[in-house]
């Protein structure tokens, strides 16, 4: 079962998520938005299957420090999107890619009914 893992490596929810993966057994690649960006066509799928309002993270940190007339910018799909590719790190985390579906966020429940 090929697993992609997409976030941030300081961030504790993906070190939380990464440490479950590994404490199952769970193979998975992990493609950290820091080194290697947010990859633009992965970006429009995750929109797709999840939808771009719960993809774009308004509570954390990083959005918060964001001026309001660039907060405002992400009012709509494409503005969202265009945002989160200049601003990876206001993407929701992690995002992982589990054969035939995409989640956005760590739920031990709901990776354990995909493992199955």
């Known amino acids: ?17 990464r440490a479950w993966l590994d404490g199952q057994g769970t193979s998975h690649a992990f ?6 960006g947010v990859p633009a ?6 929109a797709d ?5 719960k ?21 709509d799909r494409a503005g969202a999107l265009r945002l989160m590719r200049e601003q990876p790190s206001v993407i929701k985390r992690p995002v ?9 966020g760590f739920d031990p429940q709901v990776w354990s009914n995909l493992q199955s």
């Open 1 to 17: 079962m090929a697993i992609t893992l997409y976030g941030i490596p300081n961030c504790d929810t993906v070190k939380k998520a």
């Open 31 to 36: 493609h950290d938005f820091k080194k290697a």
């Open 41 to 46: 066509d992965r970006l429009e799928q995750w």
């Open 49 to 53: 299957a999840v939808g771009w309002e």
């Open 55 to 75: 993809l774009l993270n308004r509570q954390g940190t990083t959005w918060r420090k964001l001026d309001p007339a660039l907060q405002a910018t992400a009012a």
């Open 96 to 104: 992982v890619e589990w054969p035939g579906r995409t989640t956005v």
